[in-house]
């Protein structure tokens, strides 16, 4: 088997961006990052789950529609889904494949997350297990409900098929944030930035699985630290400023289409600059 490729490279490049006729899944898609996502992949086309955990389900069921109504209707559906349970992850996938999907998966983004900024020494063990249990262990159990359908589909198919697997992962599984204290969180995310990677080489015959490393974005996460560090990281920035979550949704896309039919096991780092210096 190859990676399949590219149906039609030659075509206009927009084209190669099109997810029309795809079917996509985003844990956290509810809010934050995880809504940007979904309205990017709605954008360009796709039928999107997104699922929640925390959220109310009447308001996630109105995030969904607000997305499909921005987007000529095109199905967009609430899930109640917790990551750290692989039982449920499994049913989930397989209950939107079935109803957006008729069956059919093509783009999954593992996005949901939790961040925490404990000081190490006094990290509980209970809080540092669900640190992983959400942040790598969720994003697992997703990628691999995930790989499960590819797998089936390439082989029903009868020639080769590619999904896209995308990992929000984040700056902080290359360089070590300060002022805060966020061991564990930085730990997550290098090892969903490895798994991604090995899970690349391993699946390559009916996935690209690639990872999205964002910087500062305004989100409820960044809450999780006290507003007055705000200043001391911006001048951290090359580029003077937080990001909006809405602008790391063409990157998403990019992953998720064609554009990027020869990208697999590639961590692209999106910080205004601030892994530089
Ligand atoms: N904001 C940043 O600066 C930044 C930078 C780098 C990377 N990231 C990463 O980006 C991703 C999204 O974060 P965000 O900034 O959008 O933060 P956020 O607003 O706090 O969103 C976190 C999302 O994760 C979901 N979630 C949390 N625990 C879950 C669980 N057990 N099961 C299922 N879903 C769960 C939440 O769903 P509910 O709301 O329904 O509970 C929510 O949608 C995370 O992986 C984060 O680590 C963020």
């Given at each position: 088997?190859?990676?399949?490729?590219?149906?039609?490279?030659?075509?206009p490049?927009?084209?190669?961006?099109?997810?029309?006729?795809?079917?996509?899944?985003?844990?956290?898609?509810?809010?934050?990052?995880?809504?940007?996502?979904?309205?990017?992949?709605?954008e360009?086309?796709?039928?999107?789950?997104?699922?929640?955990?925390?959220?109310?389900?009447?308001?996630?069921?109105q995030?969904?529609?607000?997305?499909?109504?921005?987007?000529?209707?095109?199905?967009?559906?609430?899930?109640?889904?917790?990551?750290?349970s692989?039982?449920d992850?499994?049913?989930?996938?397989?209950?939107?494949?079935?109803?957006?999907?008729?069956?059919?998966?093509?783009?999954?983004?593992?996005?949901?997350?939790?961040?925490?900024?404990?000081?190490?020494?006094?990290?509980?063990?209970?809080?540092?297990?669900?640190?992983?249990?959400?942040?790598?262990?969720?994003?697992?159990?997703?990628?691999?409900?995930?790989?499960?359908?590819?797998?089936?589909?390439?082989?029903?198919?009868?020639?080769?098929f590619?999904?896209?697997?995308?990992?929000?992962?984040?700056?902080?599984?290359?360089?070590?944030?300060?002022?805060?204290?966020?061991?564990?969180?930085?730990?997550?995310?290098?090892?969903?930035?490895?798994?991604?990677?090995?899970?690349a080489?391993?699946?390559?015959?009916?996935?690209?699985?690639?990872?999205?490393?964002?910087?500062?974005?305004?989100?409820?996460?960044?809450?999780?630290?006290?507003?007055?560090?705000?200043?001391q990281?911006?001048?951290?920035?090359p580029?003077?400023?937080?990001?909006?979550?809405?602008?790391?949704?063409?990157?998403?896309?990019?992953?998720?289409?064609?554009?990027?039919?020869?990208?697999?096991?590639?961590?692209?780092?999106?910080?205004?600059?601030?892994?530089?210096?």
């Open positions: 088997m190859v990676l399949a490729p590219h149906p039609n490279p030659d075509a490049v927009l084209s190669h961006f099109s997810l029309a006729g795809k079917t996509a899944f985003v844990t956290g898609g509810c809010r934050g990052i995880g809504l940007e996502i979904a309205r990017g992949l709605s360009a086309g796709a039928k999107v789950a997104v699922t929640y955990s925390s959220t109310a389900p009447e308001a996630a069921d995030i969904a529609q607000n997305i499909s109504l921005a987007n000529e209707g095109r199905l967009v559906k609430a899930y109640k889904c917790d990551v750290r692989p039982a992850v499994e049913a989930v996938i397989q209950t939107a494949t079935q109803e957006l999907g008729n069956g059919r998966l093509d783009i999954v983004v593992a996005n949901a997350g939790i961040a925490d900024g404990t000081p190490a020494i006094d990290y509980a063990a209970d809080k540092f297990r669900d640190m992983f249990d959400v942040n790598v262990n969720g994003a697992f159990w997703t990628a691999q409900a995930a790989a499960r359908v590819f797998e089936r589909q390439m082989k029903e198919d009868g020639k080769p590619r999904g896209s697997i995308i990992f929000t992962a984040s700056v902080s599984a290359t360089l070590v944030n300060i002022p805060q204290k966020q061991a564990p969180y930085n730990a997550s995310k290098a090892a969903l930035v490895h798994l991604g990677k090995s899970l080489v391993e699946w390559v015959d009916f996935a690209r699985v690639n990872c999205i490393s964002p910087g500062f974005i305004e989100t409820e996460m960044l809450d999780t630290h006290p507003r007055e560090w705000r200043a990281w911006t001048e951290m920035i580029g003077r400023r937080f990001c909006f979550a809405s602008e790391l949704k063409g990157a998403y896309v990019f992953l998720a289409s064609d554009a990027s039919s020869y990208m697999t096991g590639s961590d692209i780092i999106i910080d205004g600059g601030y892994c530089l210096p």
